[in-house]
């Protein structure tokens, strides 16, 4: 879905977001999505293929509907990456702060989303999660914070245990995606202002000519 099919969807009712939720397998993008949906955490590895999920929540007092797919992490699963990359509004990019390899892979989930988007600025969120297993620790918060400010986005640091930020990283990625609509309307409503008053100066001109004629006939006669 466009935004502006997203748009036109709000206007019908309430607004749904498309999410999709990136990471390495096991850094616990099920337990995150499963914990936010449904209040429980999820205590067993079962690799996902390709889970979708619904919620309505209110952020910041405006209802939404966010529909949020759950991919897989394990290589074997990832077949159809590129075609939910499609179909995103919002990204979450997971990786596990007990396991280095992970965070390192982030950089290359945004770079494919980019190539398959053909698009640099895409709302997106980094998350560390497990971050209730402080004595397992591999990469350091000011690594998460610095690599999220490299890439303009929010960052959290989220444990599904403790259900630690968990909503925080739902309603972050929306309240994103809000602001660039804001702004996208902003400039079209400029836009549509500046066509206005050029063509109020157009038709100010083509009347000034209309006086002009006569003088103008009476010359070349
Ligand atoms: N301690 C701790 N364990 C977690 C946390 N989140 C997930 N886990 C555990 O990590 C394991 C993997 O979690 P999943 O949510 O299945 O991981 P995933 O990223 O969805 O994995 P794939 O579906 O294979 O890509 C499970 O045993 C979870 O219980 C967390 O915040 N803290
Ligand atoms: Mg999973």
Redesign the pocket.
Known sequence: MTTSQSIAASSRGVRLYKLVIL?D???????LVIQFVSHRF???????IEDSYQQQARIDGEPAKLDILDT???PEFTAMREQYMRKGEGFILCYSITDRRSFDEVMQYKKLIERVRCQEDIPLVIVG??C??EDRRQVRTEEGMALAQRLGCKFYE????LRQCVDDVFHGIIRDIRHRERDELMVLEKQSKKKQRKKQIQSFFERLNVFKKPSHSSTDT
């Open positions: 990471g397998g096991g850094v616990g993008k099920s337990a999820l205590e067993y590895h079962d690799p996902t897989a992490g394990q999660n497990k209730d297993l989220t444990s599904a245990v």
